[in-house]
Antibody, heavy 120, light 115 residues
Framework: QVQLVQSGAEVKKPGASVKVSCKAS????????MHWVRQAPGQGLEWMGT????????TYAQKFQDRVTVTRDTSKSTVYVELSSLRSEDTAVYYC?????????????WGQGTLVTVTS | QSALTQPASVSGSPGQSITISCTGT?????????VSWYQQHPGKAPKLMIY???KRPSGVSNRFSGSKSGNTASLTISGLQAEDEADYFC???????????????FGTGTKVTVL
């Protein structure tokens, strides 16, 4: 069965970068888009960006365009999101999310979430 | 791209029906039949409840239904049960417009309370 297992919680200082990983099992990364969605404490969900099935194409929300990078390592079945120039407003739970089916525009599988805390 | 607008809270008694609205624009909800709904219990990851406006994934109760009119999508929960108490988020595909960087936009979220 499909599983997405994310790395553990992180505490970072303002201005630093954070890289969160998401290990996929039960399917091939090459068949699906993988997305990253975040949720600040007590707030709503926010789509950050995606990497396409080939691994060559990424699209990011304009809000994060200059600070976010999504990559993957097919040999490790792992996808990563890196966010730079962290500020307190980036404190959130970060989820990796897979589309339900190839080219489906909805999210059927979610990782358990990784809490990133930005504090001085 | 601004978040889709949802009521902050909706409540109902067990057995009643409630409807949650999700208002977007011509650039997202109004242009695509790619609206999905997610249920989130405290401390848990969201769960897909409705996709492509009206479709239900396998295993989701038929008490959940979706619809859309113009720029507004809606989620209806009929026969409200205690286990339905959770946060609900809508989401719309928003890609394909010139100058639009964002591909997906979520709603502001609605807390459903079962009285």
């Amino acid at each position: 069965q499909v599983q997405l297992v994310q790395s553990g919680a992180e505490v970072k200082k303002p201005g630093a970068s954070v890289k969160v990983s998401c290990k996929a099992s039960g399917y091939s990364l090459s068949g699906y888009y993988m997305h990253w969605v975040r949720q600040a404490p007590g707030q709503g969900l926010e789509w950050m960006g995606t990497i396409d099935p080939s691994g060559d194409g990424t699209t990011y929300a304009q809000k994060f365009q200059d600070r976010v990078t999504v990559t993957r390592d097919t040999s490790k079945s792992t996808v990563y999101v890196e966010l730079s120039s962290l500020r307190s407003e980036d404190t959130a739970v970060y989820y990796c999310v897979r589309e339900e089916a190839p080219a489906a525009k909805y999210f059927g599988y979610w990782g358990q979430g990784t809490l990133v805390t930005v504090t001085s | 791209q601004s978040a889709l607008t949802q009521p902050a809270s909706v409540s109902g008694s067990p057995g009643q029906s409630i409807t949650i609205s999700c208002t977007g624009t011509r650039s997202d909800v109004g242009s695509y039949n790619f609206v999905s709904w997610y249920q989130q219990h405290p401390g848990k990851a969201p769960k897909l409840m409705i996709y492509e406006v009206t479709k239900r994934p396998s295993g989701v109760s038929n008490r959940f239904s979706g619809s859309k009119s113009g720029n507004t999508a809606s989620l209806t929960i009929s026969g409200l049960q205690a286990e339905d108490e959770a946060d609900y988020f809508c989401c719309s595909f928003a890609g394909g417009f010139a100058g639009s960087f964002t591909e997906y936009v979520f709603g502001t979220g609605t807390k459903v309370t079962v009285l």
